[in-house]
């Protein structure tokens, strides 16, 4: 492990990987350094999530997200077929309920044209047409853009660039703390010109030492998925209209990367960032924090909290995940045969000033250091232009300084 460094980004994520291999690039006669706590890159949210890229027509024109989706979904798209990583291009059909959910419908619509995004806007004849056991309400969105890949290839694919391109990778290495001018780590201390800190879930603490993210704290929601253990059910993913007043685009059916059906995910709240399974990475300090925090956001009902909490917690029967995915096809499967998945936790950011959730990425920073507190999805569709555009960010600060 090297003692001095010129950018020590902490985390392994899709997001700090892209931020190694961006400092690289435009400061190739840098030292380059990239820790991750884990023994491996991506096992968080990067390793866990859907799979799925992202067109971008959900967001508003205004939002980094909106900007970056498009974009991201063509850079990656290009990535994965010119270094060979499976991607299946299977689309995606957003679909109504009923007649309540046909504005919804057209508002992603208008979005999508603000976007620049390929999205058609179909009758329920030609949704038929594309997915035979669609359920709709007179018309349906036609993503052909919406794909899905294996976001574990991905990772380890970009690991191996940042390998190539000489970033200095410790893994099983973590952040603990600043003293004075170094970075403490447990693997011992270093000296950073610049610290970039892209730490997930960790990410308001991190930044916290710095001085930053006084008004902002991570708010743990854990993501499940059923599974089916049938191949080529489904021609494509099918969404319901989501809830545009917040961040989750509720149940739906996944096709992954081997053609394989899921549903989901949950958004149940987690007691602890990484909340995975029992009472794996339990802390007591950090469960009294986030519990007390989720049960002030019940007892006030901060943006729907109490209802998102008791809909979600429902969701750990396979029966009720089961009964929604229903409102989107004919003959959904029974929960016999399915199974739940891997769970991911969202590193979701909330204002604790405002008590509301952002809905956009969300970054801070000055001449010594650069924070990304909220880099949920579509992140991972987003990675490669988000990074570039987060770079541009810290040689602005710099140049400010």
């Known amino acids: 492990m ?3 460094t010129d950018f020590l980004i902490i985390g ?13 690039r435009r400061h190739p006669g840098s030292r380059v350094t990239l820790i991750e706590k884990e023994q491996h890159c991506g096992y968080h949210a990067s390793g866990r999530n859907s799979g799925v890229l992202h067109a971008g027509f959900y967001y508003t024109a205004d939002s980094l997200k909106a900007r970056f989706t498009r974009d991201g979904n063509q850079r990656l798209t290009t990535y994965c077929e010119e270094r060979g990583l499976r991607i299946r291009r299977c ?23 603000r976007n620049g995004v390929e999205l058609h806007e179909i009758t329920e004849k030609e949704a038929h047409a594309i997915e035979p056991r669609v359920k709709t309400c007179r018309k349906a969105l036609w993503s052909p853009t919406t794909s899905s890949v294996d976001p574990r290839e991905v990772v380890n694919s970009i690991v191996d660039d940042v390998r190539h391109a ?14 004075g001018q170094d970075i403490v780590t447990t693997r011992g201390r ?13 990410a308001d603490q991190v930044a916290r030492v710095f001085g930053f993210s006084a008004d902002f704290r991570i708010l743990p929601f854990k993501g499940l998925y059923l599974y089916s253990h049938e191949s080529d059910q489904l021609r494509t993913n099918i ?5 545009l007043g917040n961040p989750f685009l509720g149940v ?14 949950t958004a149940v709240p987690a007691f602890w960032r990484e909340h995975y399974n029992g009472l794996e990475n339990f802390g007591l300090r950090e469960f009294a924090e986030v519990i007390g925090r989720e049960f002030g956001m019940f007892v006030r009902n901060d943006f729907g909290f109490r209802q998102l ?8 029967s396979k029966g009720k995940m089961v009964r929604l995915a229903s409102d989107l096809i004919e003959d959904a499967p029974p929960a016999k045969p399915i199974s739940w998945g891997k769970p991911g936790i969202r590193a979701q950011l909330v204002n604790i000033r405002t008590r509301k959730l952002e809905m956009d990425f969300r970054y801070e920073g000055d001449r010594r250091s650069f924070h990304v507190l909220n880099a949920v999805s579509p992140a991972f569709t987003c990675s490669m232009p988000f990074c570039e555009f987060l770079f541009d960010q810290i040689e602005r600060t710099q140049l400010a300084a």
């Open 2 to 4: 090297s003692t001095t």
């Open 12 to 24: 392994g994520g899709v997001i700090g990987l892209n931020l190694a291999l961006e400092a690289r």
């Open 91 to 113: 689309g995606k059909l957003v679909v109504a309920k009923d007649e309540s959910e046909i504005a919804g419908l057209e508002e992603l619509h208008r979005r999508g044209q």
């Open 166 to 179: 000489g970033v200095e990778l410790l893994t099983d290495t973590a952040f603990v703390s600043l003293n």
């Open 190 to 202: 270093l000296s950073a010109g610049y610290v970039i800190n892209a730490a997930g879930l960790q």
């Open 239 to 243: 969404y319901p209209v989501p809830d």
């Open 252 to 265: 739906h059916y996944t096709i992954t990367v081997d053609g394989k059906v899921k549903i989901g995910p």
């Open 309 to 316: 909490a008791m809909r979600e917690l429902q969701k750990y």
